[in-house]
């Protein structure tokens, strides 16, 4: 149980576009989903937590308007990176968490802006 | 402020000799404490928690850590280090206060050598 999954794994995207990654908890209801950013060799910066039909909390130093989270049902979250531009080129990863307090990690997905 | 110290960036170890990959923790109130493993390009993977109770807690794949009150450490420990244990390992506490969140070490890489 606990199994959180991210869409796509991998993805490519050319400077000036947006790319939409999404996060699914596929097997319990996730009230609080996180997402995490995370440099080559560097631990994970939490960008935003989000609770099912609420405005995402950014950390500081985060873009809203750049960064957008839309966590519209318990089993769904996505981040939409505007405008990407090479710098956005990352790996992020989502966690979700229900009604108790671990959070389940998905795999991660690879963005490159080129 | 939670906040939590991995003070090895890299850490070596003989296949078959015991492990230790150190975790020191800095929390206002009692702690509760993750140790995560990352694989290369994947998501983190829960080994073990610590909330309440016994010192030693017993975790995944033959890990385990002991909580240290008076250090203040969670150090993750394996009696015997096997060639599949060596990837990137991340300990981390969470905000007691907050939405869930998980404040995360800088990360220690593991390498067994056969």
């Known amino acids: 149980g606990a199994v959180v999954s991210q869409h796509p794994s991998w993805v490519i995207c050319k400077s000036g576009t947006s790319v939409k990654i999404e996060c699914r908890s596929l097997?319990?209801?996730?009230?609080?989903m996180f997402w995490y950013r995370q440099f080559p060799k560097q631990s994970l910066m939490l960008m935003a937590t989000?609770?099912?039909?609420?405005?995402?909390?950014?950390e500081q130093g985060v873009e809203k308007d750049k960064f957008l989270i839309n966590h519209a049902s318990l089993t769904l979250s996505t981040l939409t990176v505007t405008s990407a531009h090479p710098e956005d080129s990352s790996f992020y990863i989502c966690?979700?968490?229900?009604?108790?307090?671990?959070?389940?990690f998905g795999p991660g997905t690879r963005l490159t802006v080129t | 402020a939670q906040s939590v110290a991995q003070p090895e960036d890299q850490v070596n170890v003989a296949e078959g000799n015991p492990l230790t990959v150190k975790c020191t923790y800095s929390?206002?109130?009692?702690?509760?404490l993750f140790w995560y493993v990352q694989y290369p390009n994947r998501g983190l993977q829960f080994l073990l928690k610590?909330?309440?109770?016994?010192?030693l807690v017993k975790g995944s794949y033959g890990f385990e850590a002991e909580f240290n009150k008076s250090q203040t450490s969670f150090h993750l420990k394996k009696p015997s280090a096997l060639v599949s244990d060596s990837a990137l390992y991340f300990c981390?506490?969470?905000?007691?206060?907050?939405?869930?969140?998980?404040?995360f070490g800088t990360g220690t890489r593991l390498t067994v050598i056969p």
């Open positions: 981390a506490v969470r905000d007691i206060g907050g939405a869930n969140n998980l404040f």
């Open positions: 097997d319990f209801q996730a009230t609080t």
């Open positions: 966690s979700a968490s229900g009604m108790s307090y671990e959070q389940y």
């Open positions: 989000s609770n099912e039909g609420s405005k995402a909390t950014y």
């Open positions: 929390v206002s109130g009692n702690p509760y």
């Open positions: 610590y909330i309440t109770g016994d010192n």
